[in-house]
């Protein structure tokens, strides 16, 4: 039997980081050490701190700063807790943008479009959250339980979770026939 010593992780922590790239390395810092002195499982911590990276980019790429900030100037809104029920949830608030957040389906050379996928494949559960101000908020459910033993469960199978759909074959091309004009 296993026992299991659950410290407590602050209520909610929350920071305002600068729109643009400059304070997502500060914020994905100050998650991880909280989380770590909460007791967070690391391979919990480690989806967390991916995922929130993830959610910070998007912000910056996608939405406005809050405020009505013009973009690069402003703030957007990190957050995360550990709720009564055990659940990592993590937040990140933007000033709303012409686009409603949603996973795509980037070609295999794509710069980008893969945030939101990797974030699926991370989660237990995620969506969006409109304010009446304009706000956005993409919220995050990391791990249902942060003080199962089993926690980080979900990154052993990561790998199948994101893979690629097969390629369908073509039976007329053999591998052999690519190199016939190189002769």
Known sequence: MALVVAQEVPTSSSMAVPHGPAGVGEARHRMRDQLRRGGVAESVIDDAVLILSELLSNACRHGRP????LAGDGDVRAAWRVDA?????VEVTDGGGPTRPAPATPSVSAHGGRGLNIISAL???WGVRDDVRGEVT???????????PDAGHRRDDFAARITAPPVAALPELSFADAFDDLD
């Open 85 to 89: 029920c055990g659940r990592l949830v």
């Open 66 to 69: 809050l405020d009505g900030a």
């Open 138 to 148: 993409v919220w995050v459910v990391v791990h249902d339980d942060v003080h199962d």
């Open 123 to 125: 989660c237990d559960d």
